[in-house]
C-alpha cells in the first residue's frame, strides 16, 4: 500500500498546493479534469461582460493578508491495495494550504461506528504554538470510476486543539465502496481546503474564485433561500407600517417637521457600523454557505461602491426605474439614503424582486459535481455569468435593505422619543390642569359664600 499525491494543476489552469515526495509515492495523473467537480463548467474564466469584482480577487483590497487563491490547495490521496488494510486507521502524508500543514484521516472500519468508512480532516498541530487555530472551508470527495457516482462532503470548521480533526463518522457504507469506488483495488481521496482569513468588521471574499464556483452549482438555491428570507422579513415590517394609516401618518408629520439639517443627519450612517452588524448576522461559522453569502455580500458592496462612484447626482425615483435605482449609496464612508426617506421606506415595502424567481437552471445545470459531457461551453459561460450576477444582485439589495431598514430604526427611535416626549408634555399639562382647577375650588366657593351672604 502507498500514498500518493498528485499534482491537479496540470492544465486546469487552477491553483494547487505541491508537495515534495518521497521515492516511495507514486504519481496518478488519472485525468483530474473529469474528477474534479464540474471542472470545466467552473473553469476560471469570467466572461468579459461581468464586472471585475465578480470571482476575482486580483482587484480587492489584501493589504491585510494573502488573497483567498493563495490560501487554497488540493491534494490527491490514493490508497492502493485497500482490501489488505488491517490497521484501524489510516493517515495520509502532510500537504501544506495557507501556510499550515494538513492531512487526511481514514478509518476503513469506521471511527465508533460500524459498517461505515469515517472521514477527517486533520490540522497538523504537532509544531504550533498554543493559542493556535485555523479556519476553513473545505471538501473531501471519494473518486468513483463513473465521476457523476463521485462522493462529495463539504463543511467549515475552526480548527483548534480540542478539535485539531474534523469530518465524517459515516461518510459511505462500506458495501458503497465496491460499486465503482475501489478501483483495481485502489481508493482515491481527494481534498479541496480553503483556509479563511477573517475580517469581522466587513465582508470580504473567503474563497478562491474556481473553488467558489463549484460550491455555487450546489448551494446557490440555499444562498437565495438565506436572503430572501431575510428580504421578506424586512418587506413585512415596512409593509405594517405602512398599513398602519394613522401611525404611518403620524411618523410622516413627524419626519416632515424634523429640522432639514437633522433630518440629513439621520439619512446617513457610517459603513463601519452597517457592515459590522452585517457580519454578526450573516457570518455563522458552523454554515457551509456562510463564505458564499459573504462573498456575494462582498461583491454586492463592491457594485454598490462602483453605482455611487458613477452617480454624481440621483434622479428622483419613478415607478419605472425605482427596481434598478439604488436605495442607498456610498459617500466617503458614509451609507447615505438615495432619496426621500419616506418614499424609499414605502418601495421598501413594495418592492417584490425577492420574490423574483431564481435563474431557471436547464438541467444540465443541475447541481452535481461532475462534467456532463453534454454540456456545451456556451452554456457553461453563461451559467457561470448566470449565477454570479443573480448572487451579486442579491448581495447588493441585502446590503440596501439592511441600511434602509438602520436608518429607518434609528428615525423610528426619534420618532418613538418624540412621541413619548409630547406624552409626557400632554400629562403634564393634564396634571398641572387639574392642579390649578383644584386650587380653585376652596376660592370659588368662598366667593359664593361671600355672595350669599350679601344677598341676605
Wanted: negative net charge; charged residues 30%.
Amino acid at each position: 500500500m502507498a500514498g500518493a499525491l498528485a499534482e491537479d494543476n496540470a492544465g486546469d489552469g487552477r491553483s494547487s498546493s505541491t508537495e515534495e515526495m518521497s521515492s516511495d509515492d507514486q504519481i496518478h495523473s488519472e485525468n483530474p479534469l473529469s474528477e474534479w467537480r464540474s471542472s470545466q463548467q467552473v473553469e476560471n474564466r469570467v466572461p468579459p461582460t461581468l464586472r471585475i469584482y465578480l470571482g476575482n480577487d486580483d482587484d480587492d483590497d489584501f493589504s491585510y493578508g494573502p488573497r483567498p487563491s493563495e490560501l487554497y490547495g488540493k491534494f490527491t490521496w490514493r490508497i492502493d491495495y485497500f482490501s489488505q488494510i488491517n490497521r484501524s486507521e489510516l493517515r495520509s502524508t502532510s500537504f501544506d494550504v495557507g501556510a499550515y500543514k494538513w492531512y487526511i484521516l481514514i478509518y476503513p472500519r469506521g471511527c465508533g461506528v460500524c459498517d461505515h468508512l469515517s472521514l477527517f480532516l486533520c490540522a497538523d498541530h504537532n509544531k504550533l504554538l498554543p493559542g493556535w487555530s485555523h479556519f476553513a472551508q473545505f471538501t473531501i470527495a471519494l473518486i468513483n470510476k463513473d465521476p457523476k457516482k463521485s462522493k462529495y462532503s463539504d463543511t467549515l470548521h475552526r480548527f483548534w486543539k480540542k478539535e485539531h480533526d474534523w469530518g465524517w463518522k459515516k461518510f459511505m457504507e462500506l458495501s458503497e465502496l465496491h460499486d465503482g469506488f475501489i478501483v483495481q483495488d485502489a481508493l482515491t481521496i481527494k481534498a479541496q481546503v480553503q483556509v479563511i482569513r477573517e475580517k469581522i468588521d466587513r465582508p470580504f471574499r473567503c474563497l478562491d474564485g474556481q473553488y467558489r464556483r463549484e460550491l455555487i452549482r450546489v448551494y446557490l438555491s440555499t444562498v437565495e433561500q438565506i436572503y430572501r428570507r431575510f428580504i421578506d422579513e424586512k418587506r413585512r415590517m415596512f409593509s405594517r407600517l405602512i398599513e398602519d394609516k394613522l401611525g404611518w401618518s403620524s411618523f410622516s408629520g413627524f419626519w416632515l417637521a424634523m429640522d432639514p439639517s437633522v433630518r440629513r443627519h439621520m439619512t446617513r450612517e457610517k459603513t463601519e457600523t452597517i457592515l459590522k452588524v452585517v457580519v454578526k448576522q450573516f457570518f455563522i461559522e458552523k454554515e457551509v454557505t456562510s463564505t458564499l453569502v459573504f462573498d456575494s455580500l462582498y461583491s454586492g458592496l463592491k457594485a454598490l461602491e462602483y453605482q455611487s462612484n458613477n452617480k454624481k447626482g440621483i434622479p428622483k425615483i419613478t415607478e419605472a426605474d425605482a427596481r434598478s435605482t439604488p436605495m442607498v449609496l456610498i459617500d466617503q464612508d458614509m451609507f447615505v439614503l438615495a432619496d426621500d426617506a419616506l418614499l424609499l421606506f414605502e418601495r421598501a415595502a413594495l418592492d417584490t424582486q425577492s420574490h423574483q424567481p431564481l435563474p431557471k437552471k436547464d438541467d444540465k445545470g443541475s447541481p452535481n459535481r461532475t462534467k456532463d459531457d453534454t454540456s456545451s461551453d456556451e452554456f457553461d459561460k453563461d451559467s457561470i455569468e448566470r449565477d454570479d450576477r443573480w448572487l451579486e444582485e442579491l448581495g447588493c439589495k441585502t446590503l440596501e435593505l439592511f441600511a434602509v431598514t438602520h436608518i429607518f430604526s434609528r428615525a423610528e427611535a426619534a420618532y418613538q422619543e418624540a412621541m413619548a416626549l409630547q406624552l409626557q408634555e400632554e400629562l403634564i399639562r393634564e396634571e398641572a390642569s387639574e392642579r390649578a382647577g383644584t386650587e380653585l375650588k376652596p376660592k370659588r366657593r368662598a366667593a359664593d359664600k361671600k355672595r350669599r351672604g350679601k344677598n341676605m
